[in-house]
Each structure stands twice: as structure tokens, then as C-alpha cells.
Nanobody, 129 residues
Framework: VQLQASGGGLVQPGGSLRLSCEASGIIYSINSMGWYRQAPGKQRELVAN???????SYSDSVKGRFTIARDNAKNTVYLQMDRLESEDTAVYYC????????????????????????WGQGTQVTVSS
């Protein structure tokens, strides 16, 4: 079970980037999924995510500029980042809270009890002229 993130890079201020994160493995359900970031010398912070209720949540610093979207069929979330600023420079980490698949039952599978938290490998976003 893992998260695979991609899409980081170098972009000029005012530019755009799109990050992708795919969850793979014996996943029964994804309870929440989103993006965090960590800039040099700072703590990791939430950027945007889908909550357990299916709602979206954004950091105040990215509201109106970033958009999170998901493709449930692909277990993938995307982060569209527009009007990027130098302050957005950071390593971006995908995060998910998932329920794993258990044994077969009837025509399907049962979920394993509990949930686990997953982190992707991080992708660097650098905003600089």
C-alpha cells in the first residue's frame, strides 16, 4: 500500500503546476486524502484535502489559488496550483487515511478494522524567477 506523487518542478512566480497522487494496494476505502507541504525551517502544514465527509479544506494561504480534485475510480487526487508565489516553495507531500481490504466474504471483501495513515515520498515545488 503506497502513495505515489508526481508533478513538482520549477516555475516562475505567477505560473501554474499540477500535482498528482495515486494510492495503490489493497485499499478498501480512502477516508481522507490531500496534500501537505514543508518549507525549509518550517513545520509541515496542511495545504488542501478531502475530509471524511467528502468536503474540501484549504489553507488560508492557498484559498482561491489552489484547487484539489479527485478521481475515485483511480484512487487519485490532484492539486492544481495557480498564481504561484515564492512562498509556495516547499516539498509537497501526499497524505491519505485509508481502510485496508480484508478477507473475502460472499461476492466481495470485508474491510480490515481500523485505518492507516499513508505518506507519499514528497515532490519539490520551487517558485523562482
Amino acid at each position: 500500500v503506497q502513495l505515489q506523487a508526481s508533478g513538482g518542478g520549477l516555475v516562475q512566480p505567477g505560473g501554474s503546476l499540477r500535482l498528482s497522487c495515486e494510492a495503490s494496494g489493497i485499499i478498501y476505502s480512502i477516508n481522507s486524502m490531500g496534500w501537505y507541504r514543508q518549507a525549509p525551517g518550517k513545520q509541515r502544514e496542511l495545504v488542501a484535502n478531502f475530509t471524511r465527509d467528502g468536503l474540501t479544506s484549504y489553507s488560508d494561504s492557498v484559498k482561491g489559488r489552489f484547487t484539489i480534485a479527485r478521481d475515485n475510480a483511480k484512487n487519485t487526487v490532484y492539486l492544481q496550483m495557480d498564481r504561484l508565489e515564492s512562498e509556495d516553495t516547499a516539498v509537497y507531500y501526499c497524505n491519505a487515511d485509508v481502510t485496508l481490504t480484508g478477507r473475502r466474504y460472499g461476492g466481495g471483501y470485508l474491510p480490515l478494522p481500523g485505518t492507516i495513515e499513508l505518506w507519499g515520498q514528497g515532490t519539490q515545488v520551487t517558485v523562482s524567477s
